[in-house]
């Protein structure tokens, strides 16, 4: 299936901290999409999982995005959180993985190398990934396009999720993006 499955799909929030934040240009735009992903995966009963680069020196994930009971926030030191021997356990679902975090030229395009490497099915979402300069976001998605990952955007995750307009929960969701 070329189109995402809720019930295939595992959304990973990757290094929304607190100290990192204030550094990346439109960071509250990704922040209000990384939310809306969230709030949908919470809603379709998608799986979500958070990383944090060496949350000691770059604090936690920022309160706006916070884990509720049930998401897994495993920290690490590793760039690509496959060499995390806890993340690569975690991870080993089967499930497609949905990326959205920062910052897109280190830890998302080493990840998402790391998770094709491993022979998973990756969607990087473009407008929900940023980096200090816009030079090295581009960069990074063009790579990880060359290599297999998809680009998506948050509509297109969330329709995909949704499936039809007739879906229960369509109202309410679709509220998140208007």
């Not at 060499?83 to 959205?100: F, M, N």
């Not at 581009?138 to 297109?156: K, Q, S």
Request: aromatic residues 4%.
């Amino acid at each position: 299936m070329l189109t995402l499955d809720p019930a295939a799909s595992h959304l990973l929030v990757i290094d929304f901290q607190a100290r990192l934040m204030p550094a990346i240009p439109d960071g509250p735009a990704l922040v209000r999409n990384a939310r809306r992903l969230i709030t949908a995966a919470r809603r379709l009963q998608v799986p979500i999982s958070y990383t944090e680069q060496n949350p000691r020196g770059l604090g936690a994930t920022l309160p706006d995005l916070a884990p509720q009971p049930g998401e897994t926030v495993l920290a690490k030191m590793t760039f690509d959180a496959c060499r995390s021997d806890a993340v690569a356990r975690h991870l080993d679902d089967g499930r497609e993985i949905v990326v959205t975090g920062c910052e897109a030229h280190v830890c998302v395009l080493q990840t998402v190398l790391g998770l094709l490497d491993a022979g998973r099915r990756v969607q990087v979402v473009a407008d929900a990934i940023g980096s200090r300069m816009a030079l090295n976001r581009d960069t990074a998605l063009t790579r990880m396009e060359r290599h297999g990952a998809g680009i998506v955007t948050t509509e297109m995750v969330i329709f995909e999720w949704l499936g039809t307009a007739d879906h229960p929960d369509f109202r309410e969701i679709v509220a998140l993006i208007k």
